[in-house]
């Protein structure tokens, strides 16, 4: 019996993240099994549907305008283009489509409405919908719920002390607005963040609790390594240790033990047995597919290969139920599984 708790305290995370390696693996395992079908991995495929000139100031990030980076400027993406992709990727074992856009936030203008236009499109494939289009209000939540959203990817990236280090054109207010907007139009929140800033096992503790003690867990956790890219100011952060990783994937775990955890970017650095002690660490999703947003990823038939020599399968769509006949039955307050 696992409670699903809502109140971790930034001391009890951090006497978690500090257990010695096999122990802490040994305990994410243990809850993991518990809790999820542990061989199952959920497999998401990226699309950048509109690629940089964005307006912020991101430090880790190719596509802020404001770095000199060499990332093609893409306009929005025609939705015959994402249906294929989309195709190729169900193809190659993907359940889930998310659709990436380099902006701040979003506007009622006619780029919206393709994007709306695409949702619908890709949800008639039956696959999950999920998008990362930076900021929402409640009404545009709501619109994309009513198009058939299933999830949305919202990022806090760093804990709020450290946020204006990373980024300062806006504010981790908003990030957890945007948020609260999502949760209230019922679409799956997808929230998580990025080791290797250079931030400190403080800040990592700080994001993890808020994310744990948001009112509901999101439904998914994506954990992302830098990708460090030259012209951001972050191009010489070292590459960060697996053994972090590790301990966070296995934190998140233990913290968020329903929690789909996500090892994401950063992944074409990692070795298979780098990234099979993840999966025995807790984390259950990858992004899959040769890109990223903008970077390299490992190739589907190079996952597969893996998932084969691992003994993983690949989750299928829906598995929680559909969002419009109200199933999405993963976490519910106080639940206690
Ligand atoms: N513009 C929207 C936003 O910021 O929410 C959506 C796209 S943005 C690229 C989505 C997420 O990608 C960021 O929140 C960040 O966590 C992640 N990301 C961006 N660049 C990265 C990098 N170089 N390495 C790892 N993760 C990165
Ligand atoms: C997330 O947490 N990681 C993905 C997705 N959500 C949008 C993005 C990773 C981007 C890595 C850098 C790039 O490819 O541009
Ligand atoms: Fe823009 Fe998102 Fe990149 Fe920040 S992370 S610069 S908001 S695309």
């Known amino acids: 019996m696992t409670e699903v708790r809502y109140n971790w305290t930034k001391e009890e995370i951090t006497e978690i993240y500090n257990t010695p390696l096999l122990d802490l693996i040994y305990r994410a395992a243990t809850i993991h099994r518990e809790n999820k ?22 430090a880790y990030c190719p596509q802020a305008a404001r770095y000199n980076t060499g990332v093609d400027v893409h306009a929005i993406m025609p939705k015959e283009e994402v249906i294929e992709v989309a195709q190729r990727a169900k193809a190659g074992g993907a359940s889930r489509l998310c659709m990436g856009a380099a ?26 919908v999920c998008c990362t ?12 719920a009513d198009a058939g959203l299933y999830a949305y990817n919202h990022n806090l990236d760093t804990s709020e002390e450290d946020y204006k280090r990373i980024i300062t054109t806006r504010t981790y207010d908003e990030r957890l607005q945007t948020l609260h907007n999502v949760r209230k139009a019922k679409i799956s929140v997808c929230s998580g963040g990025i080791i290797g800033l250079g931030e400190t096992v403080e800040d990592r503790i700080s994001m993890l609790k808020t994310l744990s003690n948001l009112p509901q867990h999101p439904e998914s956790v994506p954990i992302n390594a830098l990708v460090p890219v030259q012209g951001t100011p972050l191009a010489e952060q070292p ?19 329903k929690t789909v955890v996500r090892l994401s970017a950063g992944r074409t650095e990692m070795s298979t047995v780098e990234q099979a002690l993840c999966f025995m660490a807790g984390a259950n999703s990858i992004f899959a597919g040769e890109k990223l947003l903008t970077t390299p990823n490992p190739t589907f038939d190079e996952d597969m290969a893996m998932f084969e020599l691992l003994g993983l399968t690949p989750r299928k769509a829906f598995k929680n139920g559909r969002p419009e006949s109200k199933e999405i039955k993963e976490m519910s307050i106080n639940a206690v599984i």
């Open 37 to 58: 079908d542990y061989a199952e991995v959920q497999i998401s495929s990226l699309i950048s549907i509109k690629t940089g000139g964005c307006p912020e100031d991101c």
């Open 239 to 257: 590459r960060v240790s697996i053994w972090d990783m590790v301990r966070m994937i296995a934190t998140t775990r233990i913290i968020m033990p």
């Open 133 to 144: 289009l930076g900021m929402l209000t409640e009404s545009q939540a709501q619109r994309l």
């Open 103 to 128: 902006w701040r936030e979003v506007r009622d203008n006619r780029d919206f409405d393709k994007v709306i236009d695409m949702v619908k499109a890709v949800n008639e494939l039956d696959m999950e």
